[in-house]
């Protein structure tokens, strides 16, 4: 009786260590692996056009902002991110680019901190 239940405790604590292990934190975030800040360093080709709305907004500008897109939590880390604000972008008229690049899949209605993707 005793041997069952040692056995039964020890294999209580293996599968918490197990869950721990397989559940716990990976650093992954609203961008996977990488930060919202790293993210908007590929954003650069973006930087006239999340100041201006009236500036065009470039092919490769757009390129990324359809990758970043198909994440709506890391798009919106990425605007809102110490980098971006860092650089001048102004949330309000960068949340417009993807409206702006006629990227069709974008996220519409997508809430990001006090706006909403167009």
């Not at 930087?47 to 500036?55: G, L, V």
């Not at 409206?99 to 167009?118: H, M, W």
């Amino acid at each position: 009786m005793e041997a069952t239940m040692k056995y039964i405790c020890i294999m209580g604590f293996l599968s918490i260590c197990a869950i721990t292990l397989f559940s716990g934190v990976n650093g992954a975030g609203e961008c996977g692996k990488s930060t919202p800040d790293m993210e908007a360093m590929k954003l650069a080709p973006c930087a006239s056009a999340t100041q201006d709305e009236n500036a065009s907004v470039s092919k490769s500008c757009c390129l990324q902002v359809k990758k970043l897109g198909q994440n709506p939590s890391c798009l919106c880390a990425v605007m809102l991110s110490n980098t971006a604000k860092n650089f001048g972008v102004k949330p309000e008229i960068a949340i417009t680019i993807p409206k702006r690049c006629n990227l069709a899949d974008r996220p519409v209605g997508y809430k990001c901190g006090g706006y909403t993707l167009p």
